[in-house]
């Protein structure tokens, strides 16, 4: 799946106001279409309340879900204001999802 049509996807579940940070086209792009798969069901869950969110510490009314691959060096998270809408989809290499993952308190 190109991460054109995965952008597309994704807003679809949750909303237009959704950006997509990090390397996520390159990332994407690079993934096996299983993966790419996983993530698409992840944001439904995400939306759905399936997973619980993490409460940012620095950040009021932030909350961070979480997606780590097994397998591979890639690291995902969606960021939601409490009660409201999703912000952002980081999508990126383990060493830029921990600097992410400080920088917004989760």
Known sequence: MLHDKAKKAIRAILGDHISFEGHFDM??????????????????????G?????????????????????????RAILTKKKNEYFIALFLDKHKYYENERRKLGI
């Open 27 to 48: 990332v994407f792009g690079s993934l096996k279409e299983s993966r790419q798969k996983q993530i698409i069901t992840w944001v439904k869950k995400c939306k759905d």
């Open 50 to 74: 399936k997973h619980i969110a993490l409460s940012s510490d620095r950040i009021k009314d932030l909350l961070g879900f979480i997606l780590r691959f097994r397998d591979n060096n890639f």
